[in-house]
């Protein structure tokens, strides 16, 4: 059964800092890895989707890598601003979970100004 | 171009009674999955409906049922409503699947609460 584990669950930091949220998932047999951003009583924005054969991604000041082999993900945010404010979720696609995307349970950034 | 949507947005219910929510493909996608996501959870794939047929299914009763329409848009119905079913709905929506590269792009849900 594939599970989805996500570190830090809550992460706080001043603004202008560049930090990284990490996710690990234990069937390597994925697709498709994406990273989303929620914010509070919203629905899913999709910000980085990584291929299977592809090592990393890049969105503005987002960046998404995938070590598929080893079964991990970070996502890289530079110069962090008070709109980053929210919970970032990583899920996958594949494997044992076949079509159905499998989340973590997400991490909690809040930026000060 | 519409994005994903979802309606109602907010609703109340009683234990027992059933709901039905809908959801709007964006445009030009063929299949739907629906999402339940409890409080500080990830959300938990309930199904996913593929040309009008459910294709896969996720840990959930009897009790949720879907449809897809000709159109591709949407519902879930939910029977005999627990307190434990009080969540956000998500509609999730993409081109055929088993296709890597294929974003998922996901409603702004309805929330359900059930008194």
């Known amino acids: 059964k594939q599970e989805v584990t996500q570190i830090p669950a809550a992460l706080s930091v001043p603004e202008g800092e560049n930090l990284v949220l990490n996710c690990s998932f234990t069937d390597s047999a994925i697709y498709n890895l994406q990273w989303f951003r929620q914010d509070p009583g919203k629905g899913l924005t999709s910000l980085l989707l990584i291929q299977s054969s592809q090592r990393e991604q890049t969105s503005g000041r987002l960046n998404a890598s995938l070590d598929k082999s080893s079964g991990r993900s970070t996502l890289y945010i530079a110069a962090s601003q008070p709109g980053d404010s929210a919970t970032y979720l990583c899920?996958?696609?594949?494997?044992?979970?076949?079509?159905?995307?499998?989340f973590g349970k997400g991490t909690t950034l809040s930026v000060s100004s | 171009d519409a994005g994903v949507t979802q309606s109602p947005t907010h609703l109340i219910k009683t234990r027992g009674q059933q709901v039905t929510l809908r959801c709007s493909p964006k445009?030009?996608?063929?299949?739907v999955s629906w999402y339940q996501q409890a409080l500080g959870q990830g959300p938990q794939f309930i199904f996913q409906y593929y040309e009008e047929e459910e294709r896969q299914r996720g840990n959930f009763p009897d009790r949720f049922s879907g449809h897809q329409f000709p159109n591709y848009s949407s519902e879930l119905n939910v029977n005999a409503l627990l307190l434990g079913d009080s969540a956000l709905y998500l509609c999730?929506?993409?081109?055929?699947?088993?296709?890597?590269?294929?974003?998922?792009?996901f409603g702004e849900g309805s929330w359900l609460t059930v008194v």
């Open positions: 445009s030009g996608h063929d299949t």
């Open positions: 999730a929506s993409s081109l055929a699947t088993g296709q890597a590269g294929n974003t998922i792009y």
């Open positions: 899920a996958v696609i594949g494997g044992q979970a076949g079509t159905a995307l499998i």
